[in-house]
């Protein structure tokens, strides 16, 4: 089996100087509104990532915390990144929605977390967990992410 192309360039990038905004500037190519919130991956192994929103004006709600979408944005932007460096090579994915409560107030730095076991890609629903973390540990949302598994049509010549 080759190696997950989305792995092997967040590796390559984290040797860099600048790497994690070399990453981030690559996912934003592929997704453009990823960058509307300036998350960037700081951990990613298979069924496994994690990436951090920084509290700045720009991503602030009316009581100065940061934006409940914007995490959501980042959730889902954890959540994606996992499903590419860990989805079996012969499965797709698609998202079908998303369920969070706000348990917490984010007003510090954002860890965004999403994680799964390697035996949950099967064909069907599965629900991603996903929490965001202030910089204290403490969870600020919490939910899931409900994907839709299929198999890769198979390829015509």
């Known amino acids: 089996?080759?190696?997950?192309?989305?792995?092997?360039?967040?590796?390559?990038?984290?040797?860099?100087?600048?790497?994690?905004?070399?990453?981030?500037?690559?996912?934003?190519?592929?997704?453009?509104?990823?960058?509307?919130?300036?998350?960037?991956?700081?951990?990613?192994?298979?069924?496994?990532?994690?990436?951090?929103?920084?509290?700045?004006?720009?991503?602030?709600?009316?009581?100065?915390?940061?934006?409940?979408?914007?995490?959501?944005?980042?959730?889902?932007?954890?959540?994606?990144?996992?499903a590419e460096a860990s989805i079996p090579r012969h499965l797709r994915w698609i998202p079908k929605g998303m369920s969070v409560d706000y348990t917490g107030k984010a007003g510090s730095d954002i860890r965004c977390v999403a994680q799964i076991a390697a035996e949950d890609w099967k064909v069907g629903d599965l629900q991603v967990p996903v929490t965001a973390y202030d910089q204290a540990g403490k969870p600020v949302v919490q939910g899931h992410i409900k994907l839709w598994i299929s198999e890769k049509p198979a390829k015509t010549t």
């Open 1 to 82: 089996m080759s190696k997950n192309y989305v792995l092997s360039q967040y590796k390559m990038a984290k040797k860099l100087p600048f790497g994690d905004r070399l990453f981030a500037r690559a996912i934003a190519a592929k997704a453009p509104y990823f960058k509307t919130v300036g998350a960037r991956v700081v951990y990613l192994e298979p069924h496994h990532c994690e990436c951090v929103i920084k509290k700045r004006r720009a991503v602030e709600n009316h009581i100065g915390t940061v934006h409940v979408i914007a995490i959501c944005n980042g959730l889902e932007l954890a959540m994606g990144v996992m």
